[in-house]
C-alpha cells in the first residue's frame, strides 16, 4: 500500500546496488518523500529493486528518460505502468510522434495509469553547451519549445530546472508537472548541476516537485537533511 506524501520532495536514489538504495530508502520515511531510480541504479538492480520500493510504500519516479523511436519508446512506458511506478519521462527532443506513442500507450492502464513526463533540457546543460550541441535557440525559448510541445501531446508535465518554472507555469497553466533537478540548499556543492535554485525558491517559482539527490544521500544524516529542507518550504 503506497503512503499518502506530504511533501513535493523526491529523493535521488543513485546507488550502484539494490542493498545500498534499500539501505537509505529504508533511512527515509515514504510519507515525507518520493523515491527516483535512475539509471545507475536500474542497469545495476532492475525491476525487482522497483518492486521492492513499491512495496516499502514509496511512490517511484522511474527515471530512466526513454529516446527512441516510437514503437520502443511506446512499449518501454508501458512496461513501466506494470511495474507500478507513479511517474515515468521520456526526453522531449524525441519529438511529437514519440511522446504521443508514449501517451497512446498509457491509455488502457485505468488508474493505475502513472504520470508521464518529458526532460526538456537537462539542469546540468548551460547555454553555451547547448548552443555548442547545434541548438540555435537561446536555452528558455528551447525549453519552452519542449515543454510545449509535451502538453500539445498530452503528457503530464515536464522536467527542467527550477530557473524556467516561472516561466512555464505562466505559459503551460497550474495543472502541468514541473520536476525540477538541480536542487541546491543554501550552502551545499553544486556538483555537476549548472541551473540550480534553493528549495524554497524552486517553490517560488513555480515548481510542483523537487528532485533532490546528493544534499540528501550524501548527507552524515539523510533523514535530518529531508526535514531540514521540509523545514525550509513549509516556512
Ligand atoms: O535535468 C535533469 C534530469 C534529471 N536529473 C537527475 O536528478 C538527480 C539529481 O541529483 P543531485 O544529486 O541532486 O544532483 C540525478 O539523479 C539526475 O540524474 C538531473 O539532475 N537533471
Redesign the pocket.
Known sequence: MQSKVSSPVIV?L?YDSADTALAMADQLDPSLCRV?V?KELFTAAGPDLVRALVDRGFQVFL?LKFHDIPNTVAKAVKAAAQLGVWMVNVHASGGERMMTAAVDALRDCGDSRPLLIA?TV???TTAEELAATGVSAPLEKQVLQLASQARACGLDGV?CSAREAKMLRSECGSEFALVT???RPAGTDT?D?RRTLTPSEALEEGSSYL?????ITAAPRPLESLKSILFEISG
Open positions: 535521488a543513485d527516483k535512475g527515471d526532460v537537462l539542469t546540468s522536467v533537478p538541480g536542487i556538483g548541476q528532485v533532490v539527490g546528493r544534499p
